[in-house]
């Protein structure tokens, strides 16, 4: 007996001694806002309660309010957040009494709230934490036998431990730890640490104390939670735990905080207090469970019309938040993944095997080289690997200290796949996991709408271009070039287009125009007005004839589709030109010394508007160095440009270009295109002619000899040219035979041109007919005539035929070296 004594006495004594290390340990703060909680749950360990709680008077004195619990809700035992002080109650009666009360459940049936608990052995202690107005420490205890003398001993020292600062004596709020605060409920004045400000990126300087400076730095979507917290309407005495955002001065990210804090009764003559402290949770608080953050993305991802805007918003909305070291995202094409992002996009960062596989900007990765991640594309679920995890070099380099893998799937085809990789180990918790499946399948609908974006978006940008010159003609005494840029906005085809046609006598026309709207009719209609004006100039009309023949064709088309036009004839030789608008945005000159012109003359109405139209021609004046800028309104015109500012912003960027590089300035011109809309460039450079074609031309009589004059006069105006007698023979036959196949087959006037540039003789007859001549197939001997084109070909290294203006030219070259 003597020996079980001596073991019992022995145990509460090694209980007592361990309750005390442990209530020491937890206490060594006081000023820590988690000691009470701390103290509190030293009771659970050490008694054996299955609840422990604190209730001190509140603020008026007729209460006692619970200010702290620790274990089971209390809610389980019926036991209520106040009670009155002068009422029927066990916490009531030990505080009165000033002296613990042990009940059991023969006690706590007699009791006024015995209906609120369960039933079974529950039994309660109360111990007064201070004579008068101390409060009380409330345990709970289901074991059988309650709570024994080692237990109850235990009790007394958490309730020692437990005691809040006499009343009349509260905690020295300026004197806050640097990660803690303090709030006046009544008055909003804030004490916090310097740890705090930091996390709100305020100085101690610029701090005021109100909480309203603090509030002003969260998210706004944040703040009716804060403000539950923060007024004290809204708030019941106790603990209370929240995250929230608040704004970077920087512009990132938000940071994650959490606010632990309760809120204290005060004593008399003293307001209620919060106080609490303020942590950085952005490490360990990814946004995994804030649903904004999927709604973010999906907002994200509903406006990335490519796959690399696709793979950016990805990058962005996961990364960062995840903590990663690493992200990839591949389409799957042919049993290879087509990386379009990685990030970090240095190859060092990644594995050997992707290294070995670099081709292009982006590796394309095997994927028969990585069996796991094969097996993992045909389930078609995200699969998560911890650090440690055994892989293929090619996936375990990716994320040493765990790897996510996120299939893309979309309408039952595998669109690609997402990788996520840590350097660190990673502990993927539920709401990560959760995130990252979302996110999956989110990431693989976009993907593939964004992948037959490109696809179709190609497919216009290739119409596009065959709707348009393959290549520009090289030109005499000047260079061009031109450039056009699909919209980015839709998938349509766009009616802009432009053109440059070579003409006889060094003449050529620069033409750029814009059909209305975006569509399959638009681009057909382009196609049919660039044809027609091409014709039209080949006819050698003059630009406003040729303009206007061009409108009443769309007239005649009976389209409901207009268009805007801009044709300009240039002479090369004379370095003049002549400018016709149909309702599009002027030309704009840059001259040889830097300054820029607009040419503001009136232009006539877009084409397929009005049928009898006028269409005023402009002169322009051209000399060496001058280059003519033509372009569609996509590029100087937008939601958010005027076409004022455009043109002017247009000719600025023009006359600070260099000329000598025209494919540089068309490139830097298009630098800040606006792409919700086609725009197509031309630019021109003129240089003017190192060489001045001689010409001269005669109108020939319809007279027997008019052959014989015709001769005569070639031959005069080659001798006055130098050109040697026996150099003129294949000439003056060639004349010979034109002029009288256009005397005999036609009527009207015979005009008869000469043209003579570096030793190259051009001869041309112009006639009314439109019959082409035919070459005969076949010739008797017994024939008298029709062999004069079989000569012409015989002697000429090239010959042909021109419409011009309701008639013909027939003409031919001539090497006279």
Not at 199 to 208: A, C, E, K, M
Not at 230 to 239: F, K, L
Not at 325 to 343: C, G, M
Request: net charge negative; hydrophobic share 45%; with cysteine.
């Amino acid at each position: 007996m003597t020996v079980v004594v001596s073991q019992g006495a022995a145990e509460r004594k090694a209980r007592a001694l361990r309750v005390e290390n442990a209530l020491k340990t937890v206490t060594a703060d006081p000023a820590s806002p988690e000691r009470m909680r701390r103290v509190l749950e030293q009771a659970l360990v050490f008694s054996g309660a299955s609840l422990a709680a604190v209730y001190t008077p509140g603020e008026d004195g007729d209460l006692l309010c619970l200010i702290e619990s620790a274990g089971a809700p209390r809610t389980l035992y019926g036991l209520r957040e106040s009670y009155p002080l002068d009422g029927r109650s066990p916490l009531a009666d030990a505080h009165r009494a000033g002296a613990p009360l042990w009940l059991g459940p023969e006690q706590l049936a007699d009791c006024p709230d015995a209906h609120r608990m369960p039933a079974g052995d529950v039994h309660l202690a109360l111990l007064p934490l201070r004579e008068g107005d101390g409060g009380c420490l409330l345990a709970v205890s289901e074991r059988p036998h309650g709570f024994d003398a080692v237990d109850r001993a235990c009790l007394e020292l958490v309730a020692e431990a437990v005691r809040p600062p006499p009343a009349g004596e509260p905690d020295e709020v300026g004197e806050v730890r640097a990660n803690s605060f303090s709030l006046a409920m009544d008055t909003g004045r804030v004490e916090v640490g310097d740890e705090i400000l930091d996390l709100f990126g305020l100085r101690r300087t610029d701090f005021d104390g109100r909480v309203e400076t603090l509030l002003g730095h969260t998210v706004p979507d944040d703040l009716p939670a804060l403000m539950s917290v923060v007024e004290a309407d809204h708030m019941s005495i106790g603990e209370r735990e929240l995250e929230f955002r608040v704004l970077r001065a920087d512009g990132g990210p938000p940071r994650w905080l959490r606010l632990r804090g309760r809120l204290l009764p005060g004593a008399e003559g003293h307001p209620a207090r919060l106080a609490g402290t303020v942590a950085d949770v952005s490490t360990v608080r990814s946004g995994a469970t804030d649903v904004a953050r999927v709604q973010r993305l999906a907002a994200a991802l509903a406006t990335a019309g490519t796959v690399r805007d696709v793979s950016k918003a990805v990058v962005a909305a996961l990364r960062l938040p995840l903590r990663a070291d690493r992200i990839a995202l591949a389409e799957l094409e042919n049993e290879r993944l087509v990386v379009t992002v990685l990030d970090p996009p240095e190859p060092e960062s990644w594995p050997e095997l992707w290294r070995l596989e670099w081709r292009t900007e982006w590796p394309d990765a095997p994927v028969r080289t990585m069996p796991t991640l094969a097996a993992a594309l045909r389930e078609g679920r995200p699969r998560i690997w911890p650090a440690g995890t055994t892989l293929e070099p090619a996936l375990a380099d990716v994320g040493p200290g765990g790897l996510a893998v996120l299939p893309l799937s979309a309408g039952g085809r595998m669109a690609g796949v997402c990788l996520i990789g840590w350097d660190t180990p990673h502990d993927f918790g539920a709401d990560e996991r959760a995130l990252l499946t979302a996110s999956a399948g989110l990431v693989g609908q976009a993907l593939t709408r964004a992948h037959a974006f490109d696809a179709e978006h190609e497919l216009v940008g290739m119409l596009q271009r065959q709707l348009l010159p393959r290549r520009l003609p090289k030109l005499p005494g000047a260079v061009a070039v031109a450039r056009y840029l699909p919209a980015t906005a839709g998938l349509e085809v766009g009616g802009d287009w432009y053109d440059v046609i070579p003409l006889p006598d060094n003449h050529v026309a620069l033409v750029i125009g814009d059909v209305q709207g975006h569509s399959t009719g638009a681009a057909t209609l382009m196609g049919q007005m660039r044809t027609a004006l091409r014709a039209y100039a080949a006819e050698r009309h003059p630009p406003d004839v040729v303009v206007s023949h061009a409108n009443r064709l769309l007239m005649e088309l009976e389209t409901d589709l207009f268009a805007t036009c801009c044709y300009v004839e240039v002479d090369m030789e004379a370095g003049t030109a002549w400018c016709v608008r149909a309702g599009h945005p002027p030309p704009v000159l840059r001259h040889p010394d830097g300054a820029t012109e607009i040419d503001e003359s009136d232009g006539g109405p877009p084409l397929g508007v009005v049928t009898q139209a006028d269409f005023p021609m402009t002169p322009l004046r051209l000399v060496p160095g001058t280059v003519i800028a033509l372009t569609t309104d996509g590029l100087v015109e937008s939601a958010a440009l005027d076409i004022d500012t455009g043109m002017d912003r247009l000719a600025h960027e023009l006359s600070v270009s260099d000329p000598a590089h025209l494919d540089l300035v068309a490139d830097a011109l298009l630098g800040n295109a606006h792409r919700g809309d086609d725009v197509a460039l031309l630019l021109m450079r003129y240089d003017g002619m190192a060489v001045q074609p001689l010409r001269e031309g005669w109108t020939v009589w319809r007279v027997p000899e008019a052959a014989r004059h015709a001769r005569r006069f070639t031959r005069r105006s080659l001798r006055g040219w130098g050109v040697p007698a026996d150099a003129m023979d294949a000439a003056l036959l060639v004349v010979s035979e034109l002029v009288t196949n256009a005397l005999v087959h036609t009527d009207g006037p015979v005009r008869l041109d000469l043209v003579l540039v570096n030793h190259r003789l051009r001869v041309s007859v112009t006639d009314a007919s439109p019959r082409t001549p035919v070459k005969p197939t076949s010739l008797g001997w017994e024939a008298t005539g029709g062999r004069g084109i079989l000569l012409v070909e015989a002697v000429s290294d090239t010959w042909g035929t021109l419409p011009v203006s309701g008639g013909k030219q027939v003409w031919s070259e001539l090497s006279l070296e």
